[in-house]
């Protein structure tokens, strides 16, 4: 495997724990970027059903915040007062909408069960591979080479591999940056995610679970801008940075506090013309990048994660060619249709917010309130939110390979 982000992680240990022996697994990575994921992720119950299957949840679930709610406004950052337009609830059984869990917790988890596993980690890049029927020579950046019947590229939107296996990519680079960070705050945050549509992109504050931790109430931070605002930002310093952030929350939190560094991450909306070249498959963000502003590209990655492990889980118990046409063509039916779909949703929804014309501040408000009252069409979004549907792998539905 290409790649040691968290859906390849949750790929390889997906392998390890329903074939054992009968299966061996690289995962090669050159790093993971100095000072680790800044980003937190909310991670659907769908996804944890999966965590849970593969014996991480327990341990993870301790180090998580439930989304109890989430609310959604669309005023001006100087109006005295800011309307909820429409608020998700969790489930009357106490199921959280998702577990938010910071990406350093998640990484660490999955790398000590995949040690314990033996799925083997190395550092190492993937310089190039040579695929033909008998299977796929991969070659990494040291001249090393391994004879595998499938390659795995988990390399991220910008995948060389893609590039290398002559996958088109459709898509744009939004004009906007994500500033990432943690934030302590005074008063607690109640379980109650924020994500408030400015005109320079939506500004999300997601709550971070407290105990143990210097600052009993954090949030992280996900702060689109205009990529000239968001660099000027980011020139200016934390004092400006943090000045800004004290108009954004308002008063709800009471004194809010940077407590790591903003950290700029490029946007972009894009997929792979297709998921699949011979012996290879594309998995995470080299199949498809979608804005970050529903939360949901970990949790297609882990869905594309849970997708494969069934089809080659399948064709190795039979005796077969876990990297043959037939295995990945099933992949790439199964996992197209939510990438296309949430692509899709996520870039119109960042088009319609982003933007600060009066008819369209009047349309999308009215919208929004029209939602909020229709339990039908807000059942709708939460659902397609949890990812747990008919459809889902079945990891995704608790269900052990
Ligand atoms: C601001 C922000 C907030 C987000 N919040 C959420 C959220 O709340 N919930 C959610 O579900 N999603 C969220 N996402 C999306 C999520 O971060 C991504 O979908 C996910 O991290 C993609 O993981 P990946 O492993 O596919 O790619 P990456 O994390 O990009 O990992 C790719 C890996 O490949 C390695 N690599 C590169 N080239 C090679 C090579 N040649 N050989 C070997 N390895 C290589 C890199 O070192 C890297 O470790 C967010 C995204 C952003 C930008």
Known sequence: MAGGG????AFGLALRRALGAAVAVT?????????????????SPAAFRMLDVLGVGATLRRQAQPIAAMTITDSRLEDAVRPEYLRFDGEPDGQPLALMLEGSVLSASLVSACRDAEVRLETAAVASFAADVAGVAVTDGAGATRQVSLLVAADGARSRLREAAGIGWTGRRYRQLALVATVSHEHPHGGVAVQHFLPGGPFAILPLAGPGRAHPHRSSLVWTEAESEARRLLAEGPEAATAGLRDRFGPAL????????????PLGVGLARRFVAPRLALLGDAAHEI?????????????????????????????????????????????????????????????????DSLPVRALRDLGLGLVDRAGGAKGFFAEEAAGGGRRAPSLMRGEAL
């Open 27 to 43: 995962v090669l990575d050159p790093g993971r970027p100095s000072g680790g994921d800044p980003r937190a992720f909310a991670v």
């Open 291 to 355: 804005h970050p502003l529903a939360g949901q590209g970990l949790n297609l990655g882990l869905g594309d994660a849970a997708a494969l492990a069934e089809h080659v889980v399948g064709a190795v118990r039979l005796g077969l060619d876990p990297g043959s046409d037939e295995v990945l063509a099933r992949y790439q039916t199964d996992r197209r249709f939510e990438a296309v779909a949430l692509a899709g949703l996520t870039d119109a929804l960042n088009r319609l917010f982003s933007n």
């Open 6 to 9: 968290i859906p390849s992680l």
């Open 254 to 265: 009471g004194a809010v506090a940077l407590d790591t560094p903003l950290r700029a991450l």
